[in-house]
């Protein structure tokens, strides 16, 4: 127990240094952009100052660096549940379940479904769908594999993007438009309320996939290796799909898919931190965070007064930098 004990105190200064990033992004990004901010008037609530910083740029980065945080969290865990490098939040179907039922939405005209936005609520709802769906298909009476799993998202997957793409094909131009616009991935300025009730859903399912994470390790491992020291192996697998697709779900709904991050922050920080996700989860979403803030921040000043889909952004700036970790991994092993 010392041992372990001690382990994991030489972790906090890189969760520190972590957290620290995020602050930064947080305190920094809000002050970009196309229109300078007069602070002493913002905060002292004078026109439009206050309203450019508190209620447009403020939430925007808010809303970002979760989001960013969340889907960080969800590929480390994807990639320890199936042992797979590549497997991102989006490997197992979930978001493009939220995708299809976002595009039906939009398709359809529809505006409000429970008193919700009508994308919001329809792609929640495809989400839980694919869930269910993909539970079904790997599960194996009381047994559930990694590999069922993945070979049932990557089907249900490509399944929902064949429909994606033909709702595309047969809708008008205004609604094929749209269409585009949100599988590229964006972030808006949403109320605090919507921040709040995102923030609620995700964060005790990242605290619960952190408080894990000596049981990821060991699954990290392989399943056999995990159930021959005692590790509940369905229980978790089970626990971590559900944990992973809330996660993906409850974002992507409110942003499109918003690639790269899942699979560039995890991959990075494996590199230099290792592989223990006691470490890995929390650093993964203070990072995560910040690169999505900072990304999100070029995708509206760099065209300014022109938007660009923060989706395009991190494929252009994630794109590049995971070809070159995979090169410096490559060089390396060869030293």
């Known amino acids: 127990m010392r041992s372990e004990g001690g382990g994991a105190a030489r972790f906090w200064p890189a969760i520190a240094i972590s957290a620290g990033v995020a602050l930064a992004a947080l305190c920094m990004t809000p002050l970009i952009g196309s229109t300078s901010i007069d602070l002493g008037r913002a905060f002292a609530g004078q026109s439009p100052y206050y309203e450019i910083l508190f209620l447009t740029r403020l939430p925007r980065v808010l809303l970002a660096l979760l989001a960013g945080g969340v889907l960080a969290s969800a590929g480390v865990l994807f990639q320890a549940l199936l042992r797979d490098s590549l497997a991102t939040p989006y490997t197992l179907g979930v978001s493009s379940g939220a995708s299809l039922g976002a595009v039906l939405a939009i398709s359809f005209g529809w505006r409000e479904i429970a008193h919700l936005p009508a994308v919001w609520a329809a792609a929640g709802a495809g989400a839980g769908l694919v869930l269910f769906i993909v539970l079904g298909i790997?599960?194996?009476?009381?047994?559930?594999?990694?590999?069922?799993?993945?070979?049932?998202?990557?089907?249900?997957?490509?399944?929902?993007?064949?429909?994606?793409?033909?709702?595309?094909?047969?809708?008008?131009?205004?609604?094929?438009?749209?269409?585009?616009?949100?599988?590229?991935?964006?972030?808006?300025?949403?109320?605090?309320?919507?921040?709040?009730?995102?923030?609620?859903?995700?964060?005790?399912?990242?605290?619960?996939?952190?408080?894990?994470?000596?049981?990821?390790?060991?699954?990290?491992?392989?399943?056999?290796?995990?159930?021959?020291?005692?590790?509940?192996?369905?229980?978790?697998?089970?626990?971590?799909?559900?944990?992973?697709?809330?996660?993906?779900?409850?974002?992507?709904?409110?942003?499109g898919p918003i690639g790269f991050v899942g699979l560039v922050v995890p991959h990075a920080l494996r590199i230099r931190l290792g592989a223990d996700h006691r470490v890995l989860v929390p650093c993964a979403f203070f990072w995560g965070a910040a690169f999505l803030a900072v990304c999100d921040t070029i995708a509206r000043t760099a065209l300014a007064p022109t938007e660009l889909p923060v989706g395009v952004v991190t494929a252009l700036i994630g794109g590049p930098a995971f070809i070159w970790l995979l090169r410096s991994r490559r060089r390396s092993l060869w030293l």
């Open 138 to 255: 790997a599960s194996e009476g009381r047994r559930m594999s990694s590999f069922t799993l993945l070979l049932a998202g990557i089907s249900i997957n490509t399944i929902c993007l064949a429909l994606i793409l033909f709702l595309q094909y047969t809708a008008r131009f205004a609604q094929s438009f749209a269409i585009v616009r949100w599988l590229m991935g964006g972030l808006e300025s949403v109320s605090y309320g919507v921040i709040a009730a995102l923030a609620a859903i995700t964060l005790p399912v990242v605290g619960y996939v952190f408080a894990k994470a000596r049981e990821w390790n060991v699954l990290a491992v392989g399943e056999n290796w995990a159930m021959a020291r005692g590790v509940p192996v369905n229980r978790l697998m089970l626990g971590g799909y559900i944990a992973g697709s809330l996660m993906t779900a409850s974002v992507t709904a409110l942003t």
